[in-house]
């Protein structure tokens, strides 16, 4: 089992949709998790991170979490075009062996079509 | 604040050759974690860096090195350059910090695209 998975890809939405990307991670002791946005060729660029259960959100972004089920969400409403990216899921355990260290999914592959 | 800066952007390498890449924090990061990024595998972690001592390290081969200097910026090197090198390089920044609750958030560069030929 990977240690963090999202849903396999690739994921297209007609512009004004909600795009939806899911995660699991099977550290159940994961504390901090992030959301990027990586263009083609580009870096990875922030988008939220979430560290207690429930939603939060910024924007037309919102990151749910259920520590309980090992899983975390990103919700984007009103899907534009310039949304299109891949879209990393990444997690952070707690402890010394995990300094510095975030543990990505593959990436879900998002695109808005108008 | 100005970003997390890498040079160079691009390399092209033969195989048995050796590389220096280097990265700077945003002010005031103490932080700075490296990751390799190729279509096959993904993102993945190779050592992290904190006041100039190596932290945490990801199972990469002892080609792989790094470095941190007192003003946080960092270096990492490869030796014996093989085929299956090419890749993205990225290095990340955070605060940092002795502690250990996970709640760093990592900003990253723009990357080093290696070649290896």
Known sequence: QKEVEQNSGPLSVP???IASL?????????????WY?????KSPELIMFIY?????EDGRFTAQL?????????????????DSA????????????SYG????????????HP | KAGVTQTPRYLIKTRGQQVTLSCSPISGHRSVSWYQQTPGQGLQFLFEYFSETQRNKGNFPGRFSGRQFSNSRSEMNVSTLELGDSALYLCASSPGG????????????????????
């Open chain 1, 52 to 56: 207690s259960n429930g939603d939060k």
């Open chain 1, 15 to 17: 512009e004004g949709a």
């Open chain 1, 101 to 112: 260290k975030l543990t990505f999914g593959q990436g879900t592959i998002l695109t808005v």
């Open chain 1, 86 to 97: 891949t879209y990393l899921c990444a997690v952070r355990s707690p402890g010394g062996t």
């Open chain 1, 66 to 82: 259920n520590k309980a089920s090992q899983y975390v969400s990103l919700l984007i409403r009103d899907s534009q075009p310039s």
């Open chain 2, 98 to 117: 002795t502690s250990s609750s996970g709640l760093e958030t990592q900003y990253f560069g723009p990357g080093t695209r290696l070649l290896v030929l």
């Open chain 1, 37 to 41: 946005r990586q263009y083609s060729g």
């Open chain 1, 22 to 34: 899911n995660c699991t991670y099977s550290d159940r002791g994961s504390q901090s998790f992030f």
